[in-house]
């Protein structure tokens, strides 16, 4: 057994070390696409769950990136851009990382067209994914912690001006 071959066992792998694995890859590359094109909702969130944000805060953070009667705004589209960037690059960067192994050309093409698929159909589900996600936990949790905050304010507004007032 070489050194090279004794290097790659002990690693736990089977002598393909170099090539990058074609799921898995695309896997990645798609949950980041995705998770970028959200990040306008998907943010807040998280935020809002963790207890970092209230939800006053969150919604405004969300509508930053939305007309105001709810379509997509500039913000929106330069996420969604940059989601598009994330999954282009994610196949370029496999394809230079797939060049640096010897393996079958038609392989690697097959290889190649494999991964834009799956980044493409896997980045829209994960994009959908969070999409309906978050908007359920902003229907679900966010709202209702707005509306009793803004609540909380008018109460104490009112209290402040019945002491100034007397």
């Known amino acids: ?6 290097a ?15 799921m898995r890859w695309a ?15 998907v943010a807040p969130a998280v935020l809002f769950a963790f207890g970092l944000m209230g939800g006053i805060y969150a919604i405004s953070f969300a509508n930053f990136f939305y007309e105001e009667d709810g379509a997509a705004g500039t913000g929106a589209w ?28 038609r392989r690697k093409k097959l290889n190649l067209v494999l991964v834009t698929f799956l980044v493409a159909v896997l980045g829209v589900g994960f994009y959908i994914t969070f999409e309906k996600a978050s908007g359920w ?3 679900e949790y966010i709202v209702p912690a707005q509306q009793a905050e803004y609540e909380a304010r008018e109460s104490s507004h009112d209290a402040t001006e019945l002491n100034t007032t007397e």
């Open 137 to 139: 936990y902003f229907d």
């Open 78 to 105: 330069i996420l969604r851009g940059a989601a598009v960037a994330i999954g282009l690059f994610g196949i370029l960067f496999f394809r230079y990382k797939q060049n640096q192994c010897s393996i079958d050309p």
């Open 27 to 41: 896997f990645k590359v798609a949950a980041a696409t995705g998770l970028t094109g959200m990040l306008c909702c």
């Open 8 to 22: 790659t066992k002990s690693a736990g792998t089977t002598g393909r070390s170099d090539q990058p694995r074609v």
């Open 1 to 6: 057994m070489s050194d090279s071959e004794s």
